[in-house]
């Protein structure tokens, strides 16, 4: 298992919450997937690998568009913030997708998923998905101290 769910912080919208669960099981069993490829570099198993991580692409596109609509709605005033890095990260995973389907280089795909992706996910949900599910729940801006 690369992430324990406990490892995440649990933010203030129970909505944000629940996507973020999945999140973190399809990037575990993509990464149970990438082990099996190593072990054995099958036409099956990279087409495995393959279609999770499409899988992981389509559910991240839908949890940062989940985010990012109510931000609109609500006219959450740091929304060009938190959605540039859902852009920066959703941009990352794309590009690393194509190296993958290019080269077929396990070594980068799995140096990616270990050392990168728990640590942004933990990092953007500690900062702004935490202040983003604040905002949400409370409708008080963390900036608007008066
Ligand atoms: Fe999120
Ligand atoms: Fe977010």
Redesign the pocket.
């Known amino acids: 298992m690369l992430i324990e769910i406990n490892d995440i912080p649990v933010v203030a919208m129970d909505f ?1 919450n629940e996507v973020h669960e999945e999140d973190v099981k399809i990037i575990n069993d993509l990464f149970a997937l990438v082990l099996a490829y190593e072990k054995e570099p099958s036409e099956e198993n990279f087409n495995a690998v393959t279609a999770d991580y499409q899988k992981w692409i389509t559910h991240t596109v839908a ?2 568009e989940g ?2 609509v109510k931000m609109r709605e609500l006219n959450f005033p740091p929304y060009p913030m ?1 959605k540039g ?2 852009d920066n990260a959703l941009q990352r995973m794309r590009d690393v997708l194509k190296h993958w389907e290019e080269h077929r280089d396990i070594q980068a795909l799995k140096i990616y998923l270990i050392e990168e992706v728990p640590a942004w996910l933990t990092q ?2 500690q900062t ?2 935490t202040v ?1 599910a604040m905002f949400f729940s409370s409708g008080l801006s963390p900036c608007a101290a008066h």
């Open positions: 944000m949890h940062f985010e990012e938190h890095e859902h953007h949900i702004m998905d983003t």
